[in-house]
């Protein structure tokens, strides 16, 4: 079974520009979630989906992030526009139920935004 | 507010020792508590998840504790191999499905 997998593994771009990170969970699991990690700073998580529906978005940490999972399958994570304090770590991770499950990560896209 | 602590930061063994890493909590309100580990460049690997009402997991040469009433937890490694190197970190999950990352101990065992 193919765990998690996250598109690209790493980008670099400009400040300004637009990046767009996609996320491909477990197959079957409903939950799906986003974490980043910049640098020298804790995971903290961004986002949770249930299936298409935003559950909880108490971590998106402003108005440049738009994070999408039409027909609750993969997701995407745009950053526009992207600034230097964007740079980091963006993981995905997913789970079969909500409360109690194991949480299974992605590999991380790394973006630096230059 | 939700607070995970991880200490040491980083730790240096030689191969064969036993190890504790420890993980502290401030608000004891859990619903579970689990441990990854993270290779460089890579994602995490879920070890091991304990569930609030829980006190211990064991997992091969892993085990690990949850003491909720003092907001501590302990990962155990028994028989350090230099293949256990990575970074170790703790996430502990609340009323909501989010997990709050300590920023974890960084593991070299060294031959």
């Known amino acids: 079974e193919a765990g998690v997998t996250q598109f690209p593994s790493h980008s670099v771009i400009e400040k300004g520009q637009t990046v767009t990170l996609r996320c491909d969970p477990i197959?079957?699991?409903?939950?799906l979630y986003w974490y980043r990690r910049v640098m020298g700073k804790e995971i903290k998580f961004l986002l949770h989906?249930?299936?298409?529906?935003?559950?909880?978005e108490s971590g998106m940490p402003n108005n440049r992030f738009l994070a999408e999972r039409t027909g609750g399958t993969y997701s995407t994570l745009k950053v526009q526009p992207a600034e230097l304090e964007d740079s980091g770590v963006y993981f995905c991770?997913?789970?079969?139920?909500?409360?109690?499950?194991?949480?299974?990560f992605g590999p991380g896209t790394r973006l630096l935004v230059l | 507010k939700q607070e995970v602590t991880q200490i040491p930061a980083a730790l240096s063994v030689p191969e064969g020792e036993n190890l504790v890493l420890n993980c502290s909590f401030t608000?004891?309100?859990?619903?579970?508590l689990q441990w990854f580990r993270q290779d460089p460049g890579k994602g995490l690997t879920s070890l091991l998840l304990?569930?609030?009402?829980?006190r211990e997991q064991t997992s091969g040469r892993l085990n690990a504790s949850l003491d909720k009433s003092s907001g501590r937890s302990t990962l155990y490694i028994a028989a350090s191999q230099p293949g256990d190197s990575a970074t170790y970190l703790c996430?502990?999950?609340?009323?909501?499905?989010?997990?709050?990352f300590g920023t974890g101990t960084r593991l070299q065992v060294f031959p």
């Open positions: 991770a997913s789970s079969l139920n909500r409360g109690q499950e194991t949480q299974y």
């Open positions: 197959s079957g699991h409903d939950n």
């Open positions: 989906f249930v299936k298409e529906s935003k559950q909880d």
């Open positions: 608000d004891s309100a859990i619903y579970n």
């Open positions: 304990i569930q609030s009402s829980q």
């Open positions: 996430a502990v999950r609340r009323g909501t499905d989010k997990l709050i």
